[in-house]
């Protein structure tokens, strides 16, 4: 029997009571989700394949691996060298695997695009060492850029700068800073909030994230020539926000939008996409 005459009097505090009594097992799982994804974040972001056998060994294992000072550390690199260059490149990977998975693709870009190309496993992976996060991508891309800088003794305005997924946001960043006049991009975001929102569009990820990569932030303030492509179905990042980031671009009739139809995230370049480089890498660079 109810003895408070308040709750008796008044149907409004029985109805709360009683959803209060169904609604606050699930409202206590919304709440622990968001807390451990939080938690979490990192390890959900960042997903390295890591070489542990030879990740401190300075010593290569070929003549296109390098071992770049970091700090208290070393990056891990591939160079691959074109013996009559067009232009020079640095190449940032995506969130997952490392450098060494994309060794090959280094050697198609140096060869298709007559160019020769740094590509670095970032802190964290592969064999370098550290701990990765967004602001240590960033050093790590200062760290690579200066690297390729001094072994050629050229200047920026002979560098390009590649993106994958990840790894564009990266990019971007570093070729708006230093002025690069040539940016390809394939499979990139606006920002990782706009990839964890589509994700988890049951979550307020846009409130919660630490990692940011605001892509489009720096795109606004890029002047150089972009080639991006994207595929239609992208099952990682939707193609809408790489639609979104190129719109974002200040307004150039020689960037390219290149559409891969039913293309998925993780898929080598298409031949259109190279033959677009290889224009862009002519008309900018061959001089």
Known sequence: MNTNPLIAENPW????QWAWRILRTPL????????MMTIFEDRLVFQPTVDRSSKHTPQSESPHDKFINRDDYKLHGILIEHERPLAYAVYFHGNGGNISHRRSLLANYSSELQISILGISYSGYGKSGGKPGEQTFYRDSEIALAYLLEHFAVKPER????GESMGGAVAMRLAAQHGLP????DS??????DVGQATYPWLPVRLFMRNQFPTTKHAAKYHGRVIQTHGTDDSIVPY???????ESFPYSEENQFIVRAGGDHNE?????YFNALKTAVRDIYEK
């Open 240 to 246: 809408h926000l790489g639609r979104k980031l190129a």
């Open 182 to 185: 040539l940016l390809a991009l």
């Open 188 to 193: 990139t975001f606006t920002s990782l909030p």
């Open 159 to 162: 560098v390009m700068a590649f």
């Open 268 to 272: 080598m370049p298409s031949q259109e």
């Open 28 to 35: 206590f799982v919304y709440i622990g989700l968001i807390l």
């Open 13 to 16: 505090i029985s109805t709360l």
